[in-house]
T-cell receptor, first 115, second 113 residues
């Protein structure tokens, strides 16, 4: 099973709202990622977790707050977002962070609109 | 920082024609992955190349990694309408932070029936 699930599929939020995006994988992968993707652009890395610890933060604004409660779950907490944060948010996982197994399995994404 | 240049940006073909997208780097790559993203979909992992000069095939798709590990290509033989989408390469170098892949800008393929 190479499935990564994400909820919700769509989210509309105001600039003063607080919301969370959720991601889950049951492949036993030890690395999990958050990406942001704008239309007609490649995925842009935001955060990387390895063995439930934050490994990379690509200088993401503090209004985005990641959390990895356990090895299968990854959350992204959103607060005081800006309209330019509207995008497709993708979660991905890979077997490990190092070694030869870098292939990433992406979830279907959450389409976020900030009004 | 490391850049991976992917060309062409767009490719329009008649069904049955071949298609190739290329990724080029000025630095030696540790490995490269290829992903396909259908319109409205999410990136789907296709293949990973690790060895110099490696060639892998998946049905009508042929993936190559250059001898110098600085370039890679994806070739589709006899395209079908199901091949429509954006193809991304993603690469890592020895200097890349573990976990960070640099994505090319993608090649968007449209196929006319």
């Amino acid at each position: 099973d190479t499935e990564v699930t994400q909820t919700p599929k769509h989210l509309v939020m105001g600039m003063t709202n607080k919301k969370s995006l959720k991601c889950e994988q049951h492949m036993g992968h030890r690395a999990m990622y958050w990406y942001k993707q704008k239309a007609k652009k490649p995925p842009e890395l935001m955060f990387v977790y390895s063995y439930e610890k934050l490994s990379i933060n690509e200088s993401v604004p503090s209004r985005f707050s990641p959390e990895c409660p356990n090895s299968s779950l990854l959350n992204l907490h959103l607060h005081a977002l800006q309209p330019e944060d509207s995008a497709l948010y993708l979660c991905a996982s890979s077997p490990y962070l190092t070694g030869d197994s870098y292939e990433q399995y992406f979830g279907p994404g959450t389409r976020l609109t900030v009004t | 920082g490391q850049q991976v240049m992917q060309i062409p940006q767009y490719q329009h073909v008649q069904e049955g024609e071949d298609f190739t997208t290329y990724c080029n780097s000025s630095t030696t790559l540790s490995n490269i992955q290829w992903y396909k993203q259908r319109p409205g979909g999410h990136p789907v992992f296709l293949i990973q190349l690790v060895k110099s000069g490696e060639v892998k095939k998946q049905k009508r798709l042929t993936f190559q990694f250059g001898e110098a590990k600085k370039n890679s290509s994806l070739h589709i033989t006899a395209t079908q309408t199901t091949d429509v989408g954006t193809y991304f390469c993603a690469a890592r170098t020895r200097r890349t932070n573990a976990g960070k892949s640099t994505f090319g800008d993608g090649t968007t393929l449209t196929v006319k029936p």
